[in-house]
């Protein structure tokens, strides 16, 4: 029987959650920043820590002039400069 990562405690499988390789208790596999209970492959990681794809994006995603403003934000800038 697995340990889960997080408390160390044995997961039986009626309460695992199976994520980034290991084996979780449901209850114990949460967001690093905001302790967020999270479902197996419905979130990010980085560093092998699970993170909710909300604070993955405030902490670790694209920054700078224009950043994560989609493909068509040249056009609507261009529209929106007339």
Not at 1 to 19: D, G, H, L, R
Request: aromatic share 12%; hydrophobic share 25%; charged share 20%.
């Amino acid at each position: 029987m697995p340990n889960c990562p997080k408390c160390s405690k044995p997961v039986y499988f009626v309460e695992e959650a199976k994520a980034l390789g290991k084996t979780w208790h449901k209850t114990c596999l949460k967001c690093t920043s905001c302790k967020k209970t999270l479902t197996p492959g419905n979130f990010s990681d980085k560093e092998n820590q699970p993170y909710c794809n909300p604070c993955y994006q405030k902490n670790f995603g694209a920054s700078g002039y224009r950043a994560g403003a989609g493909a068509g934000a040249a056009n609507s800038y261009q529209w929106n400069k007339k």
